[in-house]
């Protein structure tokens, strides 16, 4: 069954992560460049943190996301600016 793989991520890791899903075997993938918002709660002192974030979708059969999200689970939690690594997999109920 094909999967969507979303990966958000530091682009402290950005690299690793896109050399990861080069060497997985997968047909492809999008990767955006951008800036990544923690919405704190608001008051009077309060504002959002916001950091360099990487984005990468992934279409690939559900073998390869899970080998994906093996090699790369390494990384969450080890960014010196967090979240480090966030990855999201959903179905796809049809793929062209």
């Known amino acids: 069954m094909m999967k969507q793989l979303t990966i958000i991520c530091s682009s402290e ?3 690793s992560v896109e ?3 080069s060497a997985s075997g997968v ?3 999008f990767h955006m460049q ?3 918002t923690h919405v704190e ?3 009077p002192y309060s504002h959002d943190l916001t950091w360099p974030a990487d984005t990468f979708i992934v279409p690939a059969e559900e073998d390869k ?4 999200i093996t090699k790369l689970y390494s990384f969450v939690g ?3 600016i967090e979240p480090c690594l ?8 049809e793929f062209y």
């Not at 996301?65 to 994906?68: A, L």
């Not at 966030?86 to 109920?93: C, G, K, N, Q, S």
């Open 13 to 15: 890791i950005a690299k």
């Open 19 to 21: 050399r990861t899903l």
């Open 27 to 29: 047909r492809g993938f």
């Open 34 to 36: 951008g800036t990544g």
């Open 41 to 43: 709660k608001k008051g």
């Open 65 to 68: 996301v899970k080998t994906i």
């Open 78 to 80: 080890k960014c010196d």
């Open 86 to 93: 966030r990855m999201i997999v959903t179905p796809i109920e």
